[in-house]
């Protein structure tokens, strides 16, 4: 059973597109993460959802859009795509604790990676 | 400053021999977690270890040990028995404090370290 999946595992297409990557986790985690792991292999965050609701925003362009619908889906959509957008796009989930002093996540599972090339 | 620094871009090592990947940090924060991952040629992201800044002992998990030195902050992966099957680069990440609630494990991640096991 896998645990984090993404769709599509290829994407190819042309600047100015809008696309979507879909992302679901079966691990009953509260927590979701999109990453960007650009050329020279280094990774970043973007955002984090939980319980569906937004917890980080890196700087990202507001091309950019997640929406999570339920706990276990964490969706990007793309505008207006450009060439610098080429990259791997990582899904990943972590359950997390609520503790009086604050919120603790566990380790990050990652889901097999999106590569998108926009030419 | 970066926040992770990887300071091997590569490294080689014998089967069977261990192996040693550096990995220092910089936060001001007391409450952390350290994780190494695994990104093989196919491009998945896998778990290896974790390791609190507030673990008395050093994780082990298998083959992998982290040489956590909390006072030079470095989080080092040391591999022992290298198999052809560890050839892959390999991620040192850093989560910071989660007090408030608003980071929810976000994670830093280092440049990464290919590591090249020979037969």
């Known amino acids: 059973d896998t645990a984090v999946s993404q769709t599509p595992k290829y994407l190819v297409t042309q600047m100015g597109n809008d696309k979507s990557i879909k992302c679901e986790q079966n691990l009953g985690h509260d927590t979701m993460y999109w990453y960007k792991q650009d050329s020279k292999k280094f990774l970043k965050i973007m955002f984090s959802?939980?319980?569906?609701?937004?917890?980080i925003n890196e700087t990202v362009p507001n091309r950019f859009s997640p929406k999570s619908p339920d706990k276990a889906h964490l969706n990007l959509h793309i505008n207006s795509l450009e060439l610098g957008d080429s990259a791997v796009y990582f899904c990943a989930s972590s359950r997390v604790s609520y503790e009086s002093s604050g919120v603790f996540s566990y380790e990050q599972y990652f889901g097999p990676g999106t590569r998108l090339t926009v030419t | 400053a970066q926040k992770i620094t990887q300071t091997q871009p590569g490294m080689f090592v014998q089967e069977k021999e261990a192996v040693t990947l550096d990995c220092t940090y910089d936060t001001s924060d007391p409450s952390y977690g350290l994780f190494w991952y695994k990104q093989p040629s196919s491009g998945e992201m896998i778990f290896l270890i974790y390791?609190?800044?507030?673990?008395?002992q050093n994780a082990t998990e298998g083959r992998y040990s982290l040489n956590f030195q909390k006072a030079r902050k470095s989080a080092n992966l040391v591999i022992s028995a290298s198999q052809l099957g560890d050839s892959a680069m390999y991620f040192c990440?850093?989560?910071?404090?989660?007090?408030?609630?608003?980071?929810?494990?976000?994670?830093?991640f280092g440049q990464g370290t290919i590591l090249t096991v020979h037969p």
């Open positions: 990440a850093m989560r910071e404090s989660n007090a408030g609630g608003t980071s929810y494990g976000k994670l830093t």
């Open positions: 390791q609190g800044s507030y673990d008395q």
């Open positions: 959802y939980n319980n569906k609701e937004l917890i």
